[in-house]
């Protein structure tokens, strides 16, 4: 991913969260090296992920299928990508999901996240706030 992919991935972001990531997020990941991803054909960007590492740990931050292409592996295709990356740095990937993401929490589970922990109204919701659940996944 790059500065001039923004555009294109700002406008899958706005679709597919209730309370998605401004770009200034994606520009200070850019900025501060974190590893930015995008899955592209010739023609669009069907999938990114923003992963950090540091000290043994590291947290995968985002993690988008273009709502077009969902439902079709991409997003386990990128999620295993995104294990080697992590592989190659750190003992443990760590990620937080909302509670209601019944979709991303069965794929992290199906691909060997454990439940760690809850952070209680980590989220901004429709109503409220909403609690978020700590996965952990062991890179050995
Ligand atoms: C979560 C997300 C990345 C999954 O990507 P995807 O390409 O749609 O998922 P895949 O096709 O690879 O499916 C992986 C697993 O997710 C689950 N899943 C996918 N679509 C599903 C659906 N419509 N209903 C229920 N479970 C579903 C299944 O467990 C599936 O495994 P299976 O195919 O063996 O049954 C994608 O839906 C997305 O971008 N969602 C919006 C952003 C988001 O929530 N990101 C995660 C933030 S933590």
């Not at 592996?73 to 992590?86: E, N, T």
């Not at 060997?112 to 952070?119: H, L, T």
Request: one cysteine or more; glycine letters at 6%; proline letters at 3%.
């Amino acid at each position: 991913m790059s500065e001039a992919d923004l555009t294109s991935v700002m406008a899958i972001e706005e679709r597919i969260y209730s309370h998605p990531w401004s770009r200034m997020i994606f520009s200070d990941c850019l900025d501060t090296g974190y590893d930015c991803r995008i899955y592209e054909t010739e023609q669009e960007i069907m999938a990114y992920s923003v992963m950090s590492s540091a000290v043994g740990e590291a947290h995968l931050l985002n993690l988008a299928v273009h709502p077009l292409h969902q439902g079709k592996g991409l997003g386990r295709f990128v999620l295993r990508s995104v294990i080697l990356q992590a592989r190659e740095k750190a003992d443990t990937l760590f990620l937080e999901v909302r509670a209601s993401n019944q979709i991303a929490r069965q794929l992290y589970e199906s691909e060997g996240f454990n439940e760690i922990g809850q952070r209680f109204d980590y989220y901004p919701a429709e109503n409220g706030r909403e609690d978020a659940l700590v996965f952990a996944r062991p890179l050995l």
